[in-house]
């Protein structure tokens, strides 16, 4: 966990600061007293377990939902993101766990989808060099931008996505669950996207349930429990630390696990004695 001296972290002014968000749906308290700090070229990953806050800590950030309470701060700027163009105008960009896309439309059209250039009369050139040149920034493997989006695979769909939120020219960009359901390829290929993002200079939150995948790629990995902070860790925390943070349990099968390894190691090294 993160301690105030700890030289790793971050230095200079965050992209987005949280101090004491809350949110509440009637009586049910979903956030309480969030705090939270992305710098610029930096992937926080977003952990926890089902019900923790995750989503609705997205959807908070990207309009969707108003908070409660708290102070949102954003390019060093108070903001109030009353709706999800609003946070789009900002520099918050946001890729949901469903994509969004037309699967009977083409690259081209999902990327500009309602932000087409001179919709009355569509200048198609310039749209499809455009994705081109995003497409092209991330390094990705599209055989066409002619072709629907029906006919890619999820790592493809998942880079389509993260191009359409590059349009925009966003500060940040959000990922909820980027690798679900993709096989191992393509989850290498999504994590190596992510890994350009940042190298733009953008500051990204990636919510994930793979501690692998989070360890790949986030810088800091933020567990809330329960709508709360619960820690910041890094990558190099073991398992048995961030399965007993998201959980609240100190005893579970990774710790056990972790201590059968370990008492077979000491039971090898007496041997050798």
């Known amino acids: 966990m993160i301690d105030a ?10 992209v987005l600061s949280l101090r004491g968000v809350s949110k509440h749906f009637g009586a049910v308290s979903a956030l309480t007293d969030i705090n939270l700090d992305v710098h610029a070229g930096e992937v ?28 949102i701060t954003f390019a060093g ?4 993101l009353s709706d999800p163009a609003t946070a789009l105008d900002l520099g918050i960009a946001t890729v949901f766990q469903d994509l969004a896309l037309c699967e009977n439309l083409d690259v081209v059209a999902n990327i500009f989808l309602g932000r087409e250039l001179s919709p009355l009369k569509l200048d198609e050139t310039a749209m499809e060099v455009r994705a081109w040149t995003l497409l092209n920034e991330l390094a990705a493997r599209i055989p066409s931008v002619r072709i ?17 939120s590059l349009l925009l020219e966003p500060k940040l960009i959000m990922l909820d669950e ?3 359901a993709l096989g191992v390829a393509q989850t290498a290929e999504v994590l190596n996207l992510i890994e350009r993002v940042r190298d733009k200079g953008l500051g990204v939150i990636m919510i994930s349930h793979n501690m692998e995948d989070v360890r790949a790629v986030a810088d800091r990995i933020v567990v809330l429990r329960l709508g709360r902070n619960n820690g910041i860790f890094y990558p190099d925390t073991s398992n048995q630390e961030l399965v007993s943070a998201i959980t609240g349990a100190t005893e579970n099968s990774v710790s056990r696990r972790a201590g059968r390894l370990q008492a077979q190691q000491e039971q090898r090294d007496g041997s050798q004695l």
């Open 5 to 14: 001296s700890d030289q790793r972290s971050p230095t200079g002014e965050p």
């Open 44 to 71: 926080v990953a977003l952990v926890g377990d089902n019900g923790a806050g995750k989503s609705t800590l997205v959807k908070v950030l990207a309009g969707v939902h108003q908070p409660s309470a708290g102070t």
């Open 77 to 80: 700027e108070p903001v109030t």
């Open 148 to 164: 629907p989006i029906a006919s890619l695979s999820g790592g493809q769909r998942q880079t389509v996505a993260i191009a359409r």
């Open 178 to 180: 980027p690798t679900a």
